[in-house]
């Protein structure tokens, strides 16, 4: 097995296992996107003339070839192959011969790790603003179907004013599409193409027009300086896990008021036995531990920010090794607010509302600040005056 810096020197396995880490399986999900990097560097080599039109269409043919494979599972990155890009390269060597051992050129393990994830990230934005509109959207079928059942609105958790269920689902319809937003937005930094940066200071000796991969591609703009970008290492994946984190914050707070809801103490709902379990120990109960699980998940996506950033902090310019813990707290977050938004969007149509106890808790207390406006607009009162009478009544 030819690694990417070997130097047929023997290399203490231990050690191996241990700074490679479980980057082989993470870099699982990264391995069509480093075809496609690839696919667009080989044809900058070529376009440059470094890359005979033979072995141009080699590689082109083997790249498309081993993501196949890939994709239907006939291949794993393994830990004797350290990392995806190893992988990837010794598969195209055995597939092409001198012509996969000419596509390194001019490009590092560094702007190919980097231009895979940067692809990756703005693919799992996007996907992840999907499931957020689906959460969303189950929300507003509430609202259509239920809109109008009357229920109170809590402020210090105590019931403050009549409010209607289609407002209070609409309010976190709003805010999830807010978050999908966000979450789109946060491809600015994902969006501008590393390679031909190589280890950071650019590629000796030989001219690569980077423009051309970055149109290939479909990102915004190239990154430049090419000193810039080890440096921009983890900005981009910190500023997407804080709109994760938003996201998963809503998700979480949505789910806390069904915990609630589905109290003796509220009633409002009722989870159909198919969304609960039961107790080892007390026959009458059901659990909502869905939501319960959603709530408790909503915090994993700000540890990983924290950890992401915990990575770079006051680390030194250029790269380092480091760098590579920064994927799995990064798909981690991802993994979970999906995994949180596709859970929501499936259990909310099923979830029943309980419209004479939502009606029930809205006594005649919770009036007290319409009587008073009542009294200014009708009776000419200041408001305070009119807000202790209303307290008095």
């Not at 598969?91 to 980097?114: F, W």
């Amino acid at each position: 097995m030819t690694r990417l810096w070997d130097r047929n020197e023997p290399f203490d396995e231990l050690v191996l296992a241990y700074t490679a880490g479980d980057d082989h399986a993470l870099d699982e999900r990264l391995v069509r996107f480093d075809i496609r990097a690839s696919a667009a560097h080989a044809s900058a080599l070529h376009a440059a003339g470094l890359l005979s039109a033979a072995d141009h269409e080699a590689l082109q043919v083997a790249l498309r070839a081993i993501g196949e494979a890939h994709a239907r599972g006939d291949w794993h990155v393994r830990l004797d192959d350290e990392d995806g890009h190893t992988a990837l390269e010794n598969r195209l060597v055995e597939a092409t011969g001198d012509a996969g051992e000419r596509i390194h050129l001019g490009r590092s393990r560094n702007d190919q790790v980097l231009a895979a994830l940067r692809l990756w990230l703005k693919d799992a934005l996007e996907e992840l603003a999907v499931q957020a509109e689906g959460t969303a959207a189950a929300l507003e079928g509430i609202a259509d179907r239920l809109g109008s059942l009357v229920m109170p609105g809590y402020t210090h958790m105590q019931r403050a004013m009549p409010t209607t269920l289609g407002r209070w689902a609409l309010a976190f319809a709003a805010e999830i599409r807010d978050d999908a937003d966000g979450l789109r937005a946060g491809k600015r930094r994902a969006d501008l193409n590393p390679l031909g940066s190589a280890a950071g200071y650019g590629v000796p000796v030989i001219a690569l027009d980077r423009e051309r991969t970055t149109q290939a591609l479909g990102f915004a703009a190239t990154h430049e300086p090419v000193t810039a970008v080890q440096l921009s290492r983890g900005k981009a994946e910190a500023g997407a896990l804080f709109e994760v984190a938003l996201l998963a914050q809503d998700l979480g707070r949505l789910a806390a008021d069904f915990c609630l809801f589905a109290t003796a103490e509220f009633g409002f709902v009722a989870l159909p036995p198919a969304l609960t379990t039961g107790s080892s120990m007390l026959p009458h109960k059901r659990n909502p531990d869905v939501f319960e699980v959603v709530r408790g998940r909503s915090g994993e996506a700000v540890a990983a920010l924290f950890e992401v950033l915990a990575v770079t902090i006051k680390m030194p310019s250029g790269y380092h090794r480091d760098l590579q813990l920064i994927k799995r707290p990064l798909f981690r977050a991802f993994d979970s607010a999906s995994a949180s938004a596709r859970v929501l969007a499936h259990v909310l149509p099923l979830v029943e509302f309980d419209a004479a106890r939502m009606r029930d808790a809205v006594d005649a207390s919770l009036t007290a600040t319409e009587r008073a406006y009542r009294m200014v607009v009708e009776q000419g009162l200041p408001f305070r005056e009119a807000y202790r009478r209303a307290r008095e009544e």
